[in-house]
């Protein structure tokens, strides 16, 4: 937190003689989960996932970003190396949407007016909101599904390199860390009441929320007047 802070001060405060340009473009790469259910692999794509970004470049090191992003989430015991997750053999997919906003950092200069090969790796942090149907139990027992938000954190790194004056393109992979355990439908739980018995139908490490991964390439067009300083 320390450090985005001191992110969002440069961005503020960073100095007028800089250009602004801004991107806009596509996201088209892979999905994955991890948590209780499934692969434990961490880069191991699974359904294509698509999207949209918009950046508003604040200088030739930091950027606003906002990107949309949706996949059907695999998530499937079968697939896992770990036999106890095989035999189980549970398995369930979700239909996740995602829209995040944050800062993307660049490690070297990448500055959009200047003529040349341009290229850099990239880090991208801020904060995500996606939405999925989570499984719960009613007040009468049952199973059932609601659509609800789940808020994350994505940590996002890549490389970029600008193709001519108008297009670039970027390779990452990116992770988000969830503020739920239930993507997975593994933390399925009513407490209980005076008429009713405690349900508990929750499973795994209880203690560990759930990430997804989506790895992929970003096509963005460039576009913004260089500013002019003439008197």
Not at 163 to 177: D, K, M, P
């Amino acid at each position: 937190m320390k450090y985005i802070i001191i992110l969002i001060l440069n961005i503020l405060f960073i100095n007028a003689s800089y250009s602004q340009t801004h991107e806009l473009g596509v996201f088209m790469g892979g999905s994955n989960f991890i948590g209780d259910v499934g692969s434990t692999r961490f880069f191991s794509p699974k359904k294509l996932a698509l999207g949209g970004v918009y950046k508003w470049n604040r200088s030739p090191r930091y950027a606003w970003r906002i990107s949309g992003i949706i996949t059907n989430l695999e998530i499937i015991d079968r697939a896992s190396e770990d036999n106890s997750r095989i035999q189980r053999d549970y398995e369930t997919v979700k239909t996740i949407g995602e829209i995040s906003a944050g800062i993307e950092f660049n490690f070297f200069e990448f500055d959009l007016h200047k003529t040349g090969l341009h290229q850099t790796p990239y880090l991208y942090t801020g904060i995500s909101a996606a939405t999925f149907k989570d499984v719960y139990i009613n007040d009468q027992d049952q199973l059932k599904e609601r659509v609800k938000p789940a808020i994350g954190i994505p940590i996002i790194l890549g490389y970029k390199l600008k193709l001519n004056h108008s297009f670039i393109v970027g390779a990452e992979i990116g992770a988000r860390y969830l503020f739920t355990d239930n993507l997975d439908e593994s933390d399925i739980f009513k407490e209980a009441t005076d008429s009713d018995p405690q349900i508990d139908m929750r499973f795994g490490d209880l203690n560990n929320n759930d990430w997804y991964v989506f790895t992929g390439f970003t096509l963005t067009y460039t576009f913004g007047r260089q500013p002019c300083y003439c008197d």
